[in-house]
């Protein structure tokens, strides 16, 4: 890697924080972008060009003795685009023809020239840019194009919360329908969020201590609480309705996202919960159909009973059509913020408006409701979705990456006192709540 002072120099990287109003960009060198880019990428494409050289053995055994030449290939393109965000080179358009690629390239086209590389460009075009790519050097190839890169990290991340997962179990199979079971479950839902294999660049984090004990020790590192509201748009409908659950993070998140979804089936607060996948593999831990059935039989495989019944349940609600999992839809994978997604988009807008309530799970659809921008953190949830209310919608997001909004005056300055990374850490939560 060349030097930070050689690399800063020769890209106009300005020593400074990202100013206000300005979109985050990895051209500001204090902020989490340059950092992202300069380190945490790297270091994520670094871990899968490695994993293809040792996991050869095992991917010639699935995919046949012709998939040599594939795992040599796209070992080479992984290691390639590492070097590539390193220079900080153009964001190409793709050449293939997948039904995504149009998208692409009609959003990177659009693109002004001193905005479209790694560094100038916004931080979320630029980082979605990137897992998009790793998805296309993969479905370029004859025998790998349908292999999940992240699916062992996903499943290990699975296997190694099954304590925390029991202990919920056991607390939540006799609960009532009221808005105190209901905010623990929301409030564990949202602290499961801090599960998130993209922040640590792949290395495990497992989930410890009791869920319900946490809910209450975390209660001060909860910096907006719309949970009333939240369970007031809820209650206060017919059950016939609708929730859309968009994910995040497959293992422990999403069993707590499914544990929400149980109980908002179960307590008649909806009809249906329909869940919303990613296409390709993304953001390293980000759950695509496949890991949702995978964790669903793993569960109901589970040597502990209660296990085994959640996860036999969760398969009856999908049977059943209560759980539905969405049609596979390429805009949560592409790089357009939500208010972008009446005119990009306009089918999956009209199917969000059929909802009684859309979550959007974790750090990246937050970053995606409000764009990639340094608002001010006392700015109004509602001003920074910019116009984008398909129906009432929540977020539940542990603080991972540095934008923020709708908190109280001098709030963020106390934070910053305390800790000048407070932003960075996942230690910290909001619930924000918008009507329709």
């Known amino acids: 890697m060349a030097s930070d002072t050689d690399f800063d120099a020769k890209n106009g990287i300005v020593d400074g924080q990202t100013p206000p109003h300005t979109e985050l960009a990895a051209l500001y060198k204090q902020s989490f972008a340059y950092y992202t880019f300069r380190v945490r990428l790297p270091s994520t494409l670094a871990t899968i060009a490695d994993s293809l050289v040792k996991d050869k053995d095992v ?149 410890t201590g009791n869920a319900f004990d946490q809910v209450t020790d975390l209660e001060e590192k909860l910096l907006i609480d719309g949970t009333a509201e939240v369970w007031k748009a809820l209650d206060g409908a017919s059950g016939e309705g609708i929730v859309d659950i968009i994910f995040d993070n497959a293992g422990y998140e999403l069993y707590t996202d499914l544990i929400l979804a149980e109980y908002i089936i179960d307590k008649g607060l909806a009809a249906k919960v329909r869940l919303n996948p990613k296409a390709i593999p993304w953001f390293i831990s980000d759950v695509m159909e496949h890991d949702y059935h995978w964790t669903l039989q793993f569960l109901a495989d589970h040597a502990d009973p209660v296990l085994s019944e959640v996860g036999k349940k969760w398969q009856r609600l999908t049977t059943e059509g209560k759980f539905e999992l969405s049609p596979l839809e390429h805009f949560w994978t592409s790089p357009y913020e939500f208010y972008r997604m009446p005119e990009v988009n306009q089918p999956l807008y009209d199917r969000l408006k059929e909802a009684q309530l859309v979550i959007f799970k974790g750090d990246l659809n937050y970053r995606k409701l409000l764009g990639d921008f340094s608002w001010d953190s006392t700015e109004p949830f509602e001003t920074c979705l910019r ?50």
């Not at 939540?172 to 294999?197: A, M, P, V, Y």
């Not at 929540?394 to 109280?408: E, Q, S, V, Y």
């Open 387 to 436: 116009g984008f209310r398909p129906s009432n919608l929540c977020t539940l997001r542990t603080i991972k990456a540095d934008l923020i909004c709708g908190l109280g005056a001098g709030v963020a300055e106390q934070l910053f006192a305390k800790d000048k990374e407070w932003m960075l850490t996942g230690e910290y939560g909001v619930i924000q709540f918008a009507s329709k």
């Open 59 to 207: 991917l010639l055994a699935t995919y046949g003795e012709a998939a040599e030449a594939d795992i040599e290939q796209t070992t080479k393109e992984v290691r390639q685009l590492r070097d590539d965000i390193l220079s900080n080179g153009p964001l190409l358009p793709f050449g293939e023809n997948d039904s995504d690629s149009k998208v692409w390239n009609a959003f990177l086209e659009k693109l002004p020239k001193e905005k479209s590389t790694y560094f100038s460009t916004c931080w979320l075009y630029a980082e979605c840019y990137m897992y998009r790519k790793i998805s296309s050097i993969f479905r370029a190839t004859a025998h790998l194009a349908a292999y999940d890169y992240f699916s062992q990290q996903k499943q290990t991340a699975t296997k190694l919360s099954v304590d925390a997962m029991l202990a919920v179990a056991k607390a939540t199979r006799h609960n009532e329908r009221n808005s105190d079971t209901f905010r623990q479950l929301i409030k564990i839902n949202l602290w499961g969020n801090r599960c998130d294999l993209s922040i640590t660049s792949g290395k495990q984090v497992k989930p």
